[in-house]
């Protein structure tokens, strides 16, 4: 079995998509109007539009509901990438802070309120 993917449930795909495309720095995949992807060699982040879990009825994912998963990019440089995207980040949780274990982190909200963790792993 390979994990394959993460898929954000969002009223607004465009916009989650637009605040992606920025984070990443690349454009997303828009295979139709309700649904984007961001492609990596490890995995791969999907954003789509509650029309597309819609037959699921009331067991349906609810849009900007989520406390319990973190979204997690291994960045180069920390500190950079913070500075980079200071400007379209709203609700920054934690400015760029060694963690005790050794990770280097910046962790924020992106619009939908879901909680992203940009994060480099100490040198050995």
Do not use: C
């Not at 990596?40 to 037959?55: E, K, P």
């Amino acid at each position: 079995m390979d994990f394959a993917s993460i898929r954000i449930i969002t009223h607004d795909v465009d916009k989650l998509a637009r605040f992606y495309e920025a984070v990443t720095q690349t454009t997303a995949a828009r295979p139709a109007p309700v649904f984007a992807e961001f492609r990596t060699a490890t995995g791969t982040l999907a954003i789509a539009s509650t029309a597309t879990v819609a037959m699921l009825g009331e067991n349906a994912p609810q849009p900007g509901s989520n406390d319990t998963v973190i979204i997690e990019f291994l960045v180069t440089d920390v500190d950079a990438e913070f500075a980079r995207l200071h400007d379209v980040l709203g609700d920054v949780v934690l400015p760029p802070t060694t963690m005790p274990w050794g990770n280097r982190s910046t962790l924020f909200r992106d619009p939908d309120g879901n909680l992203v963790n940009l994060f480099s792993r100490p040198a050995l």
